[in-house]
């Protein structure tokens, strides 16, 4: 008999040191408990090759949100590295098909959260919420529950509203800096925009449409109504060199070939940057060597050319980057090539093997 | 005997004449002997090189991605179509998608028409990226190999002896060697 009770204290005992060891998790992200089938993505972009499907009943940790998009890592994940992610989830897909009160979103929402790097590992402003901005995320989160179109976000400016896709349409209302707005069917760079608790998707309902680029996901917005306490340590590390060599923050992707392996910060040379004059729509080719010791993985790669297209874009131009690798002629075939979208989001890459195969 | 000067000329010429046809038929056969003619295919060289059989990897790659943004725009104009066609719209809405949907649609063909444009574009700079190599083996084995001509189209040559002419496999494996 005493050894029966000894046993089972043995094993409460047991349970109680796992659920100590549960509670020690990571406190960073937040941990869903899924209950359908959610598609992990190897990118965020519904188009991205499908890398595994969460089954229900799995737990993931979930962080690095940005435009309704989510990096998913194992839960057990003590680094708060992106690049660690097994991939990405739709936010609106998970959480229609997440547990309610999953464990750990309330953990994560207690527990200051760290500096955030974003997808390059550049420091980015904080996604936690802070005393002053609680109740902002939380008229936010409602929005998000009522969410059935489209996505909310703020405009990083004071910018116009107009009748049409194009700037000399009917002015019809201005948003101002922060305003947060509902926004749907993306074309030409513009967005229809609603207000923020509309529920049908329809165009006859929005108040106008207004451009894309101005119209940021509301943790990416950096003005006043949303005061971030590392603003100014964000600001310093996003500042632009001026030389023409410059460092950009990069880590290596998740799923590295052996051998490709990049250091965290990857500096470059722009070798070219040429316009056809004569093809007024065609984009702008901008060549850039890398100075890397082996070539990077195409995830890693994709995430280098997306933080020189975000340095190096002049304006509103179709910038197409193209990436040398260190001893690679500067007029032949380039390792990588990426076009992008206004917004910044890779709308075409490609990489050739083929030039790694020539001994230099 | 009686000798016309004709007759003496020709007798005076013909160990001449002789010496001459002989010299020119002895002189040129070492020459002749030196330069040889080769023949190699291009398409073979692309399909049995690592550096062809990656550049075709590639080259897939890029049609798949090609074939991606145009299946996400069609997509977006079938989504686009099925809101057109939506029954119960007001007119005004109903003009407003259509043309959306229009302008959508002619911009699909368009992305269709650059997609065909580019996937040749980069198929052929691959194929020269393959080619110039190849070209660099060639040249260096024409000098070596003593070659005067060596062939690359195939429509060009109508029999080939494969033991002594076609140097295919020959370019192919130092292709080979050269590359990674």
Known sequence: ?360 | MYQTPMSRSIHLRTPFFFAVMLMFLLAPRPARAEQKIGFVNPQRVVNETHLGKTAKADLARYVAEKDRLSKESAAQVATLRKEAEAPGLPAQDRGRREDLLRRKAAQHEQLLTENARDIKAEETRLLQYVMRRAEAVLEELGKKGGYAIIFTDPAAVGYVDKASVDLTERVARELDGRSK
């Open chain 1, 1 to 360: 008999m005493r050894s029966l009770i000894s046993c089972i204290m043995a094993a409460l005992l047991v349970l109680a040191c796992a659920a100590t060891g549960l509670a020690k998790e990571p406190g960073w992200g937040r941990v869903y408990t899924v209950r359908g089938k959610v598609t992990v993505r190897e990118n965020p972009e519904q188009a991205a090759l499908t890398v595994r499907v969460l089954k229900s009943g799995q737990k993931v940790r979930v962080d690095f949100e940005d435009g309704g998009w989510a990096a998913v890592f194992d839960p057990a994940e003590t680094e708060r590295v992106e690049t660690r992610a097994q991939g990405y989830v739709r936010l609106a897909e998970l959480r229609s098909e997440a547990k309610p009160g999953a464990r750990s979103e309330a953990m994560s929402e207690a527990a200051p959260r760290p500096e955030k790097p974003d997808k390059s590992g550049k420091l980015q402003k904080s996604a936690a919420p802070d005393t002053a901005d609680k109740g902002k995320k939380t008229e936010s989160r409602k929005g998000a529950q009522a969410q059935s179109f489209g996505e909310i976000r703020v405009a990083d400016r004071q910018m116009a509203v107009r009748a049409g896709r194009d700037k000399d349409t009917e002015f019809k209302r201005l948003l101002k800096a922060g305003q947060r707005a509902r926004v749907d069917f993306q074309e030409d760079g513009w967005f229809a925009v609603f207000a923020p608790d509309e529920k049908v998707r329809e165009l006859s309902r929005a108040w106008g449409f207004g451009r894309d680029k101005y119209l940021v996901p509301e943790k990416d917005y950096t003005g006043q109504p949303l005061p971030e306490p590392s603003e100014a340590a964000a600001k310093e590390t996003l500042a632009k060199p001026a030389a023409a060599a410059k460092e950009i923050q990069a880590k290596p992707a998740p799923k590295q070939k052996p051998g490709a392996s990049v250091s965290d910060a990857v500096g470059y040379t722009v070798q070219s940057r040429q316009a056809d004059h004569l093809r007024p729509l065609a984009p702008v080719v901008l060549r850039v060597r890398i100075d890397v010791t082996a070539p990077p993985a195409p995830e890693a790669l994709r995430k280098i050319m997306r933080e020189i297209w975000k340095a190096e874009r002049r304006k509103n131009e179709d910038l197409q980057v193209e990436v040398l690798l260190p001893s690679m002629d500067q007029g032949g075939l380039a390792y990588g090539v990426a076009r992008f979208h206004d917004d910044g989001r890779i709308k075409e890459f490609w990489w050739r093997e083929v030039v790694l195969r020539t001994k230099r």
